[in-house]
Structures are given as structure tokens and as C-alpha cells.
């Protein structure tokens, strides 16, 4: 990631703290509250309110999630302390997204996978008794138009449209930060980005409306190279295991200042190609990072076939040769010239890239004086 978001505090976290309430103070206490009522959010006013629109509703995202609060209350009734401590464990760490992306050792994050495998007694015989089953459909679903366009959870909770026009009044850039190549769409534009779940939500259970967990990306990043794959898990290795590593915290306070330098193998400049460029990134301090975000985004293959396109790479080396002309300078000085302004403004057409890319040109004796 080259550079974070800085983080918009919204209305809209007002969801997750309703789930907060919901899983620790309803579910948690099931057995000490007793047959379910509303009653028992009677600690959150505004979700108790909520929960009495939903249960005289007809609408799908009501009943979806009316019905499976009542479901998964149900089965809490018949836990341990034992599972219930483990289930607390779980939603408190899962949802520790910034501890998540250090790979704190204190926390241990739980898949779907490992909740199904590690725990069968949360497998009952059907859908409405599998409380597995029953958790996983609520988180999943959580995040849907069916429920969030409601009118009775946008007075609540506001409005996502809004949350992302607040959210880009401050994050100015108009640029992807997970390639920096992609344009994001802007507080002047009448669509949006999608929101990434960084930990993916199929795969991490009940972090699904968490704002923290929620990043907007560009379609390319998001829909063509991440998908489904996790910043917090490497893919399978020859054994099948998947093994937790770091990744970048998309609302880091710190700037994360990534080094990129490109090392081209000698060729005429027509015939550059992704196998003529190697890329290295920096600083060391955060390779293991840098590693998770190349590999989750396809970064190398994106960058490399940058370089090599007649309108970004052969562009920019056509610029040096051919411009310096019109401005009465050395393919010494041109050159100079473009990494100066590229440093200047580093995320404007990609010129990050381009500045990598330029010196590692020159380096490759691309750029050569003659008596033109």
C-alpha cells in the first residue's frame, strides 16, 4: 500500500457498535437474560428501537435481520461459559483490525474454517439449529443493500453515500492507494467506489460492518487482483496450511514511504518487456508488508507492464529524447527535469513509477548524448 487513508469517523459506525451490543450484551448474557425479548436492549435505546421496526416489518432486510438475531440468541442458550468465553475471544479479536495487520501475537484471529473445524458443537442438523450456520449468514450478510438502504437504519446509522462523500472530503488524493495507478472517484462524481473488506468477509467472521475493515479501492484492486485474497493469511503452501502474516493497515497514522527502484536489462527501447525490468522495494524494515501487498494486488505485474506500455513507459523515455528539444536541454538535463517534477508530485500520473523508472533507464544506458 503506498500510502494510507487517513480514517473519517461517520454516524455509520453507529452499526458496528449495535452488533457490538447485540453479540456481547444480548448473545453473551443469553442465559442470564432469559427467554429473548426486547427488552434486553434496553441498553441501546436507538437499536432497541430498531429491533421493534424490524419485528413489524415485511421488508427482507428486516426480517433477515430481526430473525437471525432471535435464531442465534436461541442457540447461545445452550452454551458453555467455556464456548461463550471462546466466542467473545473471537468477535473482540477479529475485529482488532489494526492489531490484526501487525500480527500481534496476542491475537488470534479465527476463519470461518478454523471456527467450523476447531468447534462442532455450534454444527446442529439444520440451518435454523447450526449456529455456525446461523452466524455465518448474519455476518455475511450484514453488509447489503437490502439492509442498509432501509429508511429506518439510514435514520440511525446514516447514510454509506454520505459516509463516502465525507470520507473523500478529506482524502483528497484521487488516487488508489493499493497501486497508485488507478483514479478513485471523487466527491464530485455522482457514483463511488465499492468498499473492500479488507479481511475479506467470506473468509473472517464478524468484522463484515466494520469501518475499519472497510476501505474503498479501485475496481482493478479490488474486483480484478485482491478478490478474496487475505492480507492476514498466505496462500496454501505444498502442505495445504496457510500461515499468518503482516500486512499494511489501510488507516495507519504513519505513511508508510516505500522505496521503489526498477533495474532494466539493456535492450532498444521498442522492445522493452516485463522480462527486461526488475523491481525492488523498500525500506527492509517493512519487506514483510510490502511482501503481503504485492502479492495480494498483483503489484509487479502491474507495475512492470506499466513500464513497458507505449503510453506510460515508452512515453516517458519518448519525452526525454524527444521534448528536450523544446525547451533547449541536455537528454542529461531533461532527464533531471522529469524526476524532479515527478518527486514533486509523486501519486500524479503515476509518477512514482515514473521516477523509479526514468533513473532505472538511465542506469541501463537508454539515455545517451549524441550531436543532434
Not at 334 to 340: D, S
Request: glycine share 6%; aromatic share 14%.
Amino acid at each position: 500500500m503506498l500510502f494510507p487513508y487517513t480514517y473519517v469517523p461517520h454516524q455509520m459506525e453507529r452499526m458496528q457498535e449495535f452488533i457490538d451490543f447485540i453479540f456481547l450484551e444480548v448473545w453473551c448474557e443469553a442465559r442470564s437474560l432469559g427467554t429473548f425479548n426486547l427488552n434486553s436492549f434496553d441498553g441501546k435505546p436507538d437499536l432497541k428501537e430498531l429491533m421493534e421496526s424490524f419485528l413489524w416489518s415485511d421488508t427482507a432486510g428486516a426480517d433477515f435481520f430481526y430473525g437471525h438475531v432471535e435464531r442465534i440468541y436461541n442457540l447461545f442458550l445452550g452454551l458453555t461459559d467455556q464456548q461463550i468465553r471462546e466466542l467473545q475471544q473471537w468477535y473482540r479479536n477479529n475485529n482488532a483490525v489494526e492489531q490484526i495487520c501487525h500480527n500481534e501475537p496476542h491475537i488470534s484471529i479465527a476463519r470461518y474454517n478454523d471456527i467450523q473445524a476447531a468447534y462442532p458443537f455450534i454444527r446442529g442438523e439444520d440451518a435454523n439449529t447450526n449456529l455456525f450456520k446461523q452466524l455465518e449468514n448474519f455476518f455475511k450478510g450484514l453488509y447489503s443493500k437490502s439492509l442498509l438502504d432501509l429508511a429506518v437504519v439510514k435514520e440511525k446509522v446514516g447514510n454509506i453515500d454520505d459516509h463516502y462523500k465525507e470520507f473523500m472530503a478529506v482524502n483528497t488524493l484521487g488516487k488508489c492507494p493499493f497501486c497508485g495507478i488507478s483514479d478513485v472517484l471523487g466527491i464530485y462524481h455522482t457514483k463511488r467506489e465499492a468498499y473492500d473488506h479488507y479481511l475479506p468477509k467470506g473468509i473472517y467472521p464478524f468484522n463484515s460492518i466494520n469501518f475499519k475493515n472497510l476501505v474503498p479501492a479501485c475496481h482493478y484492486c479490488n474486483s480484478s487482483y485482491k478478490t478474496v485474497h487475505s492480507p492476514a493469511h498466505t496462500a496454501k503452501d505444498p502442505a495445504g496450511e496457510r500461515h499468518r502474516r503482516k500486512a499494511f493497515y489501510p488507516y495507519s497514522a504513519n505513511a508508510h514511504n516505500i522505496e521503489i527502484s526498477i533495474e532494466l536489462t539493456p535492450t532498444h527501447v521498442d522492445n522493452i518487456s516485463p522480462q527486461d525490468i526488475q523491481l525492488s522495494f523498500g525500506p527492509e524494515l517493512i519487506n514483510e508488508e510490502i511482501e503481503t501487498w504485492k502479492d495480494v494486488y498483483g503489484i509487479e505485474e502491474r507495475y512492470k507492464n506499466k513500464c513497458c506500455s507505449d503510453t506510460d513507459g515508452k512515453a516517458w523515455i519518448s519525452r526525454v529524447l524527444d521534448e528536450r528539444h523544446n525547451y533547449e536541454l541536455s537528454i542529461e538535463g531533461m532527464l533531471q527535469a522529469e524526476i524532479r517534477t515527478a518527486n514533486n508530485q509523486l501519486y500524479s500520473d503515476s509518477n512514482f513509477l515514473k521516477k523509479a523508472f526514468l533513473t532505472g533507464c538511465n542506469e541501463a544506458g537508454i539515455f545517451v548524448e549524441t550531436d543532434e
